[in-house]
């Protein structure tokens, strides 16, 4: 293992820098590989198909580039579909993320937990085996949002954002049945904390949200314990080098990441 080989943090957008941010407050000579798979984006309004056969052949060809020391697939709808068949076809250590359904459920007094993510995260059969798991005792109301997506790269491209429409995304869970008693989110979209000042304006003080940003991180952790790590040049990879990317450029300066390159 070579001191300057990178973590790789993979998304199809800039919600992965929620993830990142964790880690390399963790592991703060970490050498990372930040990928958006813009010209993909957004994974959560495509078909599980889709995902299943982009994401393994992007990644492979981006381990084969770069020859990270682990991979995090820092987003939730193409970790909740394709995790498995990446884990199959690589031989090098991948890190999930998935919901915090969990945690979520260990902290609820109300029993009435509320998982905002994409339209392709909230329907997978792998959030049910979840909430049947670590939440059997608690109702489980879900909420796809593309809308919060696009409002969060928007933010990080320097634009403000629109209050109202957060608001209205987050009334979906509340006017459901049950839906006022939630006292724990979890935000099952890695691009949601980047709008936790808004979420939390919309929701009140008596509901917190929770993501895996945290435990991803300490997960990283473990699977790199007595590694060395030299700091090197962080990079930052599109599948598609447009103007809106290179909108992002001060956003990703701000994390680390001053080189953009092409896949």
Do not use: W
């Not at 930052?236 to 909108?247: C, E, K, Q």
């Amino acid at each position: 293992m070579r001191p300057t080989q990178p973590v790789l943090f993979f998304d199809s957008g800039v919600g992965g820098l929620s993830v990142l941010a964790p880690t390399r407050a963790l592991l703060p000579a970490m050498r990372a590989v930040y990928v958006a798979d813009n010209a993909g984006y957004p994974y959560g309004t495509r078909s599980e198909a889709e995902i299943a056969a982009r994401v393994p052949a992007l990644l492979g060809r981006l381990v084969e580039r770069y020859t990270p020391r682990l991979v995090v697939i820092a987003c939730n709808t193409a970790s909740t579909i394709a995790l498995a068949a990446v884990r199959a076809a690589l031989d090098v250590p991948i890190v999930g993320t998935v919901p915090a359904i969990k945690p979520a459920a260990q902290t609820s007094r109300t029993r009435v937990i509320g998982v905002l993510g994409t339209a392709a995260t909230v329907r997978q059969p792998y959030v049910d085996d979840l909430a049947t798991r670590f939440a059997s005792d608690c109702t489980v109301l879900r909420h796809g949002s593309a809308t919060l997506v696009t409002l969060a790269e928007a933010k990080l491209a320097g634009r403000a954002v629109d209050q109202h429409a957060v608001a209205a995304e987050l009334a979906a869970l509340t006017v459901q049945p049950e839906g006022e008693r939630i006292d724990v989110i979890v935000n099952a979209c890695t691009h949601f904390p980047l709008l936790d000042a808004e979420l939390a304006v919309a929701a009140g003080p008596a509901v917190r949200f929770v993501d895996g940003g945290p435990g991803i991180a300490r997960r990283v952790q473990h699977l790199t314990d007595g590694q060395d790590f030299t700091p090197a040049e962080d990079i930052a990879v599109f599948t598609r080098l447009d103007d809106a990317a290179r909108a992002l450029t001060p956003a990703l300066a701000r994390h680390g990441f001053t080189r953009l390159e092409l896949l």
